[in-house]
């Protein structure tokens, strides 16, 4: 069967399609978060994924936009322009508009609009609540283009008030140990701060060397962390009963043999499937996650009401077979417009 | 159900042997009874339930989830427990099920022990609608038998001992006596009670353990002190028999003669003795190999028994009829096993013989002497030595013989666990075949000091050719002289060959790898 396509309205794939590049809106010659450098680029958020140095023009929001510049170096791109949640943008006959994602600090969804129809790429997004950064707003459209990092029906993301609560009580329960927390350098690392102050923990939480910088960041945009210091010139016994932040790669290298009898802790969603955290020489796994577990991604699919979903970043397959069993035409965005006619 | 769901959860993360009995321990220290003795009971093998079979568990998760995730998320995660434990739905349309206080353990079991078969199934279900996604992974392990968390019997006891000012050969000793949940045990070591009276049971007597023979030690020993026999290359076990009851236990205490129906029903008198369980055809001990064969089995078949008997070696006796021989001198209970051993002439067990000397050169040359595959080396025992439980000094010793050497190529390093998890300290090594090929021969990850091991990290961080995952392979360039006490043919290995305790005895830094030794080496001592 051939899709109808209402008089006056194109179809969304004829204007936004797959690059080798990224997503690639023509009639506004904009990409979203193009891996590759391209003239002009709306980037949702700050991690490396996402977002590249090089371009000609950067379109995302202020916070993002110092992201990058602390990452990159301020000359990152030819020229920046910040826009604010819900502010619109014209480019040609195109409406841009930035939408909160929830993600982390800066993120945001790109809304689409031409031709009468509305398309929302959502980046990387989750659906609880973060101290660091506005909630995830549900914008009702035509296609919604959606991460699936955690498209799988084992990935339910317990409430992080709960891992937090498991991480402090190894804390209380090993008082001369350094419990050292594998936590990406964007987002986790000042989320859990964050968390840990939420739960009333207000000691000085120790940084590896490679936090130090985004953290500082964060403070300069608002997001007050506590009372930090540094890990990598403590003396051991210092750390005796500490919490440290480290990059993932940190925790159980040869950087974590200055700490105290440490007890390795690991901050991610994929941490809820024993033999991923047991690879890792995990010893306690907690399940924090900044993106959308199962449950996340088809409620929002049911909020944004969209009756076309393309799925990209991750389990496709999964997700997609379910919204399909929702009533929904989705397909993996990788194949959208390689499909033949009426598939 | 959830407590314990966290302590097996925490035990699986847990590497480190101290980290496992803490937890333990607080675990017993904090639930009351019999929520303890049950969870006690499932870390020892100690609960006998209508097991669940893999089948009934795909089977209820294809009532609730659609088949198609349901497999690419087993696909994923690799565990069927773990997989149903992750994907169960959470209960919307039962909400009074869902605000039901979940079961305890011992709820789990008096139910699954009272139900039929056939009730089983939808009482598994239930309880997964209640508990949280540890809590039915940890219902479903143990439903399914297979905790595999890392906690050997002895750590469960010890954790047990720790909770007072008891011994845990105090507990191995009342142990055999006692039933789950093992309320008097716990009574007993936090001081509200009194000991258990384990006597009415063919129970278990802590056994007397031995030190290696330290270099330079036998100066300071007079030989007529001392008794000499060989160290058989078997498994030690104490036989307890009271007439009525019959057990096989090994060193540690647990009870293995399911695996050895042929001895224990010759067990036919009023004992406690020690000695080597070994395979022995026609008066000669065969190669360990052939008693692995026997080891670990639920049933064990007519075929197995007839080609690989099993026998033991008699060390020594602790208690005669009714009377306990431990408080006596080594010497004293050498007359009366020997008398005990002449009266009875036991079917499937003989002496294991003193062996005669004046000098310590002519023990030494008779060490020097004993290749057979059964020996080990030797055991010196102290003739006034009573029989002391656990490894006290100055009484035993294990002289064993030297071990063999081969100089082998370094392959592959792997990542250890816990204290070791930045460190490059499980090594494969490999020895060169006639063509110039190097082929894997064993594994090693001790032998060596913590600063060796910090050199040895940095050569192969410095020496990596390829990764996979936490395993490096490193270039042929550094030759490990390895120690190891047998050889014998394998299957599993590519080189056919297994090694039986191999440890890195030097770091040869020196020696260019292609002067590492050859493969037909190895197989000359076979």
Known sequence: MTQSVPAGRVRPEDWLMVRPEGLYCAPADLHVDPTRPVARAVVTHGHADHARAGHGQVLATAETLAIMASRYGAGFAGRTQALALGETLSLGDVRLRLAPAGHILGSAQAVLEHGGSRVVVSGDYKRRRDPTCPAFEPVPCDVFVTEATFGLPVFRHPDDAHEVARLLEQHRRNPDRTIVVGVYALGKCQRLLRLLREAGYDRPVHLHGALEGLTRLYGELGVEVGPVEPATMAARERLAGAIVLAPPSAIADRWARRLADPIVAMASGWMGVRQRARQRGVELPLVISDHADWDELLATLRDVGAPRVWVTHGREEALVHAARGMGIDARALALVGFEEEGS | ?526
């Not at chain 2, 789950?180 to 009415?200: K, M, S």
């Not at chain 2, 007359?335 to 002519?362: C, H, K, Q, V, Y």
């Not at chain 2, 894997?440 to 910090?454: C, H, I, R, S």
């Open chain 2, 1 to 526: 159900m959830n407590r314990f769901a966290r302590l097996l959860d925490a035990l699986a993360f847990t590497p480190s042997r101290n980290g496992k009995l803490r937890l333990l321990r607080d675990h017993f220290a904090e639930l009351p009874d019999p929520e303890r003795g049950w969870a006690l009971a499932a870390l020892t093998g100690g609960i006998d339930l209508p097991s669940a079979k893999p089948a009934m568990i795909r089977a209820l998760v294809a009532e609730r989830v659609d088949p198609v995730l349901f497999t690419w998320s087993y696909d994923f995660v690799g565990d069927l427990a773990e997989t149903t434990a992750l994907i169960w739905p959470a209960p919307d349309a039962v909400a009074e099920r869902r605000n039901a206080p979940p079961p305890t353990l011992a709820e789990v079991v008096a139910e699954l022990t009272a139900a039929s078969r056939a009730e089983v199934p939808a009482l598994v279900a239930g309880w997964l609608d209640q508990l949280d996604a540890t809590g039915r992974w940890a219902l479903l392990k143990l439903v399914t038998g297979g905790m595999r968390v890392g906690v050997s019997e002895r750590i469960a006891k010890t954790a047990v001992a720790g909770l007072g000012e008891v011994p845990v050969e105090a507990v191995e000793e009342v142990w055999h006596g006692l039933r789950p949940p093992y309320e008097p045990l716990f009574a007993w070591v936090t001081g509200a009670g009194d000991r258990p009276d384990p006597e009415a049971a063919a129970r278990f007597r802590p056994m007397m353990l031995s030190h290696p023979l330290e270099e330079g030690e036998l100066d300071a020993m007079a030989p007529a002190e001392y008794a000499a026999e060989w160290k058989w290359d078997g498994i030690r076990v104490q036989v307890a028999a009271t007439g009525a009851e019959r057990r096989l236990f090994s060193r540690t205490g647990e009870d293995v003669g399911g695996a050895f129906p042929d001895l224990v029903a010759t067990l036919d008198f009023r004992a406690v003795l020690d000695g080597e369980l070994l395979v022995v055809r026609d008066g000669t001990v065969a190669p360990f190999s052939d008693l692995q064969q026997r080891l670990n089995r639920k049933t064990v078949g007519t075929k197995l028994l007839t080609s690989h008997p099993a026998w033991i070696r008699l060390y020594d006796i602790l208690v005669d009829g009714e009377e306990d021989l431990r408080g006596l001198a080594f010497d004293a209970r050498r007359e009366r096993l020997e008398t005990w051993f002449s009266d009875r002439r036991p079917a499937r067990m003989d002496l294991s013989p003193l062996i005669g000397f004046t000098t310590w050169p002519e023990l030494t040359e008779l060490r020097a002497g004993a290749r057979a595959a059964a020996i080990e080396g030797l055991m010196l025992k102290r003739r006034a030595s009573p029989y002391l439980s656990g490894r006290p000094k100055g009484h035993w010793y294990k002289w064993k013989r030297d071990p063999l050497t081969v100089d082998c190529v370094l392959m592959y390093a792997q990542r250890g666990h816990g204290k070791r998890s930045s460190f490059y300290s499980d090594y494969t090594f490999g020895l060169w075949t006639e063509a110039g090929e190097l082929v894997p021969v064993g594994k090693a990850y001790f032998g060596f000091t913590d600063d060796e091991l910090q050199q040895l990290d940095r050569w192969v961080r410095n020496h990596t050719t390829n990764r996979f995952g936490p395993v490096r392979e490193v270039e042929p360039g550094l030759v490990l002289e390895i120690a190891f006490d047998g050889v014998q043919r394998s299957t599993r290995h590519k080189s056919g060959l297994a090694m039986r305790f191999p440890r890195v005895a030097r770091i040869r830094w020196d020696k260019p790898a292609g002067e590492a030794d050859r493969l037909p080496v190895l197989e000359a001592m076979l």
